[in-house]
């Protein structure tokens, strides 16, 4: 275990995720408090879809797959991504705080009656329509797609990139056919992943992380 931690230090960023957590399921339990209704017109014209449920769930694999892959393979990314991530979970999660918002878009009937429309059931019972705008689903699978697109790991690994950009688009869409968001929350999810990319992959942290490593280098040697 000792020698575990002294090869992954870098799983410190990861105790940020109790603090998230956290505060995201106090947001969700709160009441009383006036929301925002999210909608628009372009909603009403997307019929709901239980076929989307598939890749709605897969996105909590997608995400472990990914920051779990490079917290192995490439501490560099590993900072990159989950430092994309966290900060940008963390402003949604302030936009709630201080601007409550909901959605009205779930059906109360469905037309048809399979295991998948059941598992939506259960996906509504669970998981409340407050705290929708950003979407953060749809925020969190442009980052795990632009980590492995700007990762020299999938550099050639066609396959595994074509393959998360489908994945990343099918999430984004499930959350609408799901009834889940608006319109609204992805274009908002979409603009917060705009601004901060470039000042995740545009700008050269690397002298950051080579110091870093004579810095351990160093204290080994020591």
Same mark, same amino acid.
């Given at each position: 275990?000792?020698?575990?931690?002294?090869?992954?230090?870098?799983?410190?960023?990861?105790?940020?995720?109790?603090?998230? %957590?956290? =505060?995201?399921?106090?947001? #969700?339990?709160?009441? !009383?408090?006036?929301?925002?209704?999210?909608?628009?017109?372009?909603?009403?014209?997307?019929?709901?879809?239980? =076929? +989307?449920?598939?890749?709605?769930?897969?996105?909590? !694999?997608?995400?472990? $797959?990914?920051?779990?892959? +490079?917290?192995?393979?490439? &501490?560099?990314?590993?900072?990159?991504?989950?430092?994309?991530?966290?900060?940008?979970?963390?402003?949604?999660?302030?936009?709630?705080?201080?601007?409550?918002?909901?959605?009205?878009?779930?059906?109360?009937? %469905? #037309?048809?009656?399979?295991?998948?429309?059941?598992?939506?059931?259960?996906?509504?019972?669970?998981?409340?329509?407050?705290?929708?705008?950003? *979407? $953060?689903?749809? +925020?969190?699978?442009?980052?795990?797609?632009?980590?492995?697109?700007?990762?020299?790991?999938?550099?050639?690994?066609? =396959?595994?990139?074509? !393959?998360?950009?489908?994945?990343?688009?099918?999430?984004?869409?499930?959350?609408?056919?799901?009834?889940?968001?608006?319109? %609204?929350? !992805?274009?908002?999810?979409?603009?917060?992943?705009?601004?901060?990319?470039?000042?995740?992959?545009? $700008?050269?942290?690397?002298?950051? +992380? #080579?110091?870093?490593? &004579?810095? #351990?280098? %160093?204290?080994? *040697? *020591?």
């Amino acid at each position: 275990m000792r020698a575990f931690l002294q090869k992954y230090k870098h799983a410190w960023i990861l105790s940020y995720l109790p603090i998230y %957590f956290y =505060w995201f399921f106090a947001l #969700e339990a709160r009441t !009383g408090v006036p929301m925002k209704t999210i909608h628009t017109a372009l909603d009403d014209s997307i019929p709901f879809n239980e =076929w +989307f449920y598939i890749p709605y769930i897969l996105w909590f !694999g997608y995400m472990v $797959i990914v920051v779990g892959y +490079f917290f192995f393979h490439k &501490k560099e990314d590993f900072y990159r991504s989950t430092s994309f991530l966290f900060i940008g979970m963390t402003i949604c999660l302030i936009i709630y705080t201080f601007w409550p918002n909901c959605q009205n878009l779930r059906p109360t009937t %469905f #037309e048809r009656n399979n295991i998948l429309v059941s598992l939506v059931q259960v996906l509504y019972r669970t998981d409340t329509s407050t705290n929708v705008c950003p *979407s $953060i689903h749809v +925020f969190n699978s442009l980052v795990a797609h632009s980590a492995i697109m700007n990762s020299k790991l999938f550099k050639n690994k066609k =396959w595994i990139r074509r !393959g998360s950009f489908v994945l990343m688009v099918l999430i984004c869409m499930s959350t609408v056919f799901l009834k889940q968001h608006s319109v %609204f929350d !992805g274009i908002c999810a979409l603009a917060l992943f705009t601004v901060m990319y470039p000042f995740v992959y545009k $700008i050269d942290y690397s002298h950051m +992380f #080579e110091n870093r490593k &004579k810095r #351990e280098v %160093f204290a080994k *040697s *020591s």
